[in-house]
C-alpha cells in the first residue's frame, strides 16, 4: 500500500483488500490495519517521509499473525512524498523460529543439568561447559570458557596421550570409554571415563563434544577390593612360602655350621659361605615379591613389559597354583610394550590362575603366553569387538572342567559364580575385565567342556623405548667403589645388622661411627672430633625416624649428607615421609656391591 503523510491510504493492493474485505482507499493505515485510533508504535513512516528505508516485525492482535513491514520513501508527483508500505506474512516463519528456540533451550537444559561432564572444545578452547563439570572441576562456566582444556585440566604426564586421543577424534573416529584424569582448581586429580566425538558447531565451526562420568569413587573402591583378592591370594601362599623359607634358613644356616667346622679349609669354607649369600638372595627376592604383589598403591598406568611380569611373577604363581599343577610359559621376546598398571597386571594373571586351579581339582597344566597381533581385516575387527591396529595379545590356558556354555555370557559380570557357597565372590573375572578395559585392553573367552578354558587379552602396543633400563642392575659392575677417606655414621637399632654394615664399610676404607639408636646417634654426633661426611640411617627407628633424627643433626653438621635404608614396604616408609623425589634409599637387603656403589653415588653428589 501507499500513504500520504496524513497517515491516509492512497493505493492498496488486491491482497490487502480481499483480506480486509472493503475499500481501504483514503482510511487511516492504523485503522485498517490494526484497528487502532491513533498511529502504532512501531511505525517508521516518518522516517520514510524523511528519506529513509526501514523494516520491523509486528504482532497483529486482529489476525493473530506476524507480519514483517517494510517502508520507504516514494514520489507521488508535484513535490509531494509518500510511504510504500510492503506488508508479509511471516507467522509460520516466526512459529518456526520459535519452536527452534524452544527446542534450543530444551536441549540447553538437559546438557545444563545433565548428571554427566558435557565439554565443548573448538581449537582445544572451551566453547561448553555444563554444570556437573562445575561440579566435578570446582571451576566456575566464566572461569573456564576460551581457556585451553589441556592446560587446564589434564596433568603434564598425560598431555602427550590425550593429544594423540584428540587426533584420533578429530579424524572423525567415535572414541568410547577413554579413562584420563581431569585436574580439579585445587589441584586434586579426579578419575573420568571419557566419550568424544567431532560434531559442527553452531557457527559452522567444528567442535569436539566430550562426555565423561566421574569413576573416582569407584576406582577407589576397586582399588580396596584389589587389595582384598591380592590378600587372599596371599593367604593362599603362606604354606607354600613358609616351606622355601624354612628350606633356605636350613642352607644358611648349614652352611655357616660346615664353615665354623674346620676354618682352615680356606677352600671350603669359601664354598659355604657362597651357598650362605645365595640362599640369604633367594629370601630376599622372595620377600621382595611378595612385598611389591602385596603392595597398596593407586593405579598408574605407565609403559609395562608384558613379559618382565609374567617372569616376575612365575615363581609365585607356581606356589599358588600347587603341586599339581603344572605352569608352562611361552614368550615372544619382541611384544613391545603396554599402558597399563604393573600391579594391575600381575592381578589379572593371580585371578585367572586360582580360577584356573580351582577348574583343576585334580591337577594339570596353566600355560601363559605373550605374542604380537595385527587386526587388519574389517571383519575380524567387527567380530573380536577390536579396532583395527597392532596389539600385544596375553593368552592364558587351562586344561580344566572348561565353563557351561550356557553361562559364558555371565562370567564377567559382578558377583556371578559358579563356585560353591563361601569358595567364591563372583568378582574374580568381574575385576579382570575392569582392569583390562581400565588400560583400553580388550578380553575374549574360550571354552570347551571337559578340555579346558582359554582366555585371550588384547592390549594397544606402544612404541618400544630404547631408552628404558633398569638403574639397579649391578651385575655387569667390575669394580666396588671405595672410600676416600669418609667417616660415616651408621644407625641401625638390630646390632647383628649394625654390625654387619660396618664391617662392610670398613673393609672399604670408610671410618665408621656406630649407634644403635637416635639418642647414640645424636650424642655421637655432637662429641665427635672432625669431619662426618655421611649419615647411614634405618628409616624406622624405636622413637623416632631416620628423617627427623638427619634433620636434628643438620642443625650442627650442616654439610652431612644422608642415605636412608629400610625392610619395611612403601607404605610404611612413605608415612615417615621419606618416599619422596630425590631422596637417597637402599631397600634392604641390600648385597656389598650395591651399598658400596649408593654410598659413593651419594657422597659424590654436588
Known amino acids: 500500500m501507499v500513504c500520504d503523510l496524513e497517515k491516509r491510504i492512497l493505493f492498496a493492493n488486491k491482497a490487502l483488500r480481499d483480506a480486509r474485505g472493503l475499500d481501504v482507499e483514503g482510511q487511516k493505515c492504523f485503522e485498517v490495519l490494526y484497528g487502532r485510533d491513533r498511529q502504532c508504535p512501531w511505525c517508521h513512516m516518518d522516517r520514510a517521509f524523511a528519506g529513509e528505508t526501514n523494516q520491523v516485525e509486528a504482532y497483529n492482535e486482529l489476525e493473530k499473525k506476524w507480519y514483517s513491514i517494510k517502508t520507504s520513501p516514494i514520489d507521488l508527483g508535484e513535490g509531494q512524498i509518500g510511504c510504500l508500505c510492503i506488508l508479509t506474512d511471516i507467522t509460520s516463519q516466526k512459529e518456526v523460529e520459535e519452536t527452534v528456540e524452544k527446542c534450543a533451550k530444551f536441549l540447553e537444559s538437559i546438557v545444563q543439568h545433565a548428571p554427566m561432564i558435557i565439554l565443548g572444545i573448538e581449537d582445544g578452547k572451551i566453547q561448553l561447559f555444563n554444570e556437573q563439570c562445575e561440579k566435578v572441576s570446582g571451576y566456575k562456566r566464566d572461569e573456564v570458557l576460551g581457556k585451553d582444556f589441556i592446560e587446564l585440566f589434564i596433568p603434564e604426564e598425560e598431555q602427550a596421550r590425550i593429544q594423540d586421543h584428540c587426533k584420533i577424534v578429530k579424524e572423525g573416529n567415535f572414541a568410547p570409554g577413554v579413562e584420563f584424569s581431569l585436574k580439579t582448581k585445587e589441584g586434586r586429580l579426579r578419575q573420568i571415563i571419557w566419550n568424544c566425538i567431532q560434531v559442527e ?7 569436539v563434544l566430550c562426555m565423561g562420568i566421574d569413576v573416582t569413587d569407584m576406582r577407589r573402591l576397586e582399588q580396596q577390593l584389589f587389595q582384598a583378592q591380592k590378600m587372599e591370594a596371599v593367604g593362599r601362599m603362606v604354606g607354600g612360602l613358609a616351606h622355601d623359607i ?36 633367594r629370601t630376599g627376592a622372595l620377600t621382595k615379591q611378595l612385598l611389591t604383589f602385596s603392595r597398596n598403591e593407586m593405579v598408574r598406568l605407565e609403559p609395562v613389559n608384558l613379559n618382565k611380569v609374567v617372569l616376575g611373577l612365575e615363581d609365585m604363581l607356581k606356589k599358588l597354583l600347587g603341586e599339581d599343577v603344572y605352569l608352562k610359559t611361552f614368550l615372544n621376546p619382541d611384544i613391545g610394550l603396554i599402558y597399563a598398571d604393573k600391579g594391575q597386571v600381575e592381578q589379572i594373571l593371580v585371578n585367572l590362575a586360582i580360577n584356573a586351579r580351582d577348574a583343576m581339582p585334580n591337577g594339570g597344566v596353566l600355560q601363559i603366553e605373550t605374542g604380537k597381533t595385527i587386526i587388519e581385516n574389517e571383519t575380524v575387527s567387527a567380530k573380536l569387538g577390536i579396532e583395527p591396529g597392532e596389539y600385544v595379545i596375553m593368552i592364558v590356558s587351562d586344561t580344566g572342567e572348561g565353563i557351561d556354555p550356557r553361562i559364558i555370557p555371565y562370567v564377567f559380570d559382578s558377583f556371578f559364580t559358579t563356585k560353591p557357597k563361601g569358595k567364591g565372590t563372583g568378582l574374580g573375572l568381574s575385576m579382570v575385565y575392569s582392569i583390562v578395559k581400565q588400560s583400553g585392553g580388550h578380553i575374549r573367552l574360550y571354552s570347551d567342556q571337559g578340555k579346558g578354558t582359554t582366555f585371550k587379552i588384547y592390549w594397544p602396543t606402544i612404541p618400544m623405548d630404547e631408552g628404558i633400563s633398569d638403574v639397579n642392575d649391578l651385575k655387569n659392575d667390575k669394580e666396588v667403589a671405595c672410600s676416600r677417606g669418609e667417616t660415616v655414621l651408621v644407625v641401625e637399632d638390630d646390632s ?27 650424642e655421637i654426633a655432637n662429641m665427635h672430633v672432625g669431619d662426618i661426611d655421611l649419615l647411614f640411617t634405618d628409616i624406622v627407628l624405636p622413637g623416632t625416624n631416620g628423617k627427623d633424627l638427619y634433620e636434628n643433626i643438620r ?9 636412608f635404608t629400610s625392610g619395611y614396604t612403601e607404605n610404611v616408609i612413605s608415612r615417615h ?15 656389598f656391591r650395591s651399598l658400596a656403589k649408593k654410598i659413593r653415588e651419594v657422597l659424590d653428589e654436588t
Open 201 to 207: 558447531g553452531l557457527q559452522g565451526k567444528t567442535l
Open 246 to 281: 624354612n628350606n633356605f634358613l636350613t642352607a644358611v644356616r648349614s652352611g655357616a655350621e660346615l664353615a665354623l667346622i674346620d676354618l682352615s679349609d680356606q677352600e671350603n669354607t669359601r664354598k659355604n659361605l657362597k651357598r650362605i649369600l645365595a640362599a640369604v638372595e
Open 577 to 591: 615421609g621419606v618416599l619422596e623425589k630425590r631422596v637417597n634409599f637402599i631397600h634392604k637387603p641390600f648385597d
Open 496 to 522: 647383628f645388622v649394625l654390625d654387619t654394615v660396618s664391617g662392610l664399610l670398613e673393609r672399604l676404607g670408610y671410618k665408621v661411627l656406630r649407634a644403635r639408636n637416635a639418642q647414640e646417634a645424636t
Open 555 to 563: 642443625k650442627n653438621i650442616p654439610d652431612i649428607k644422608v642415605l
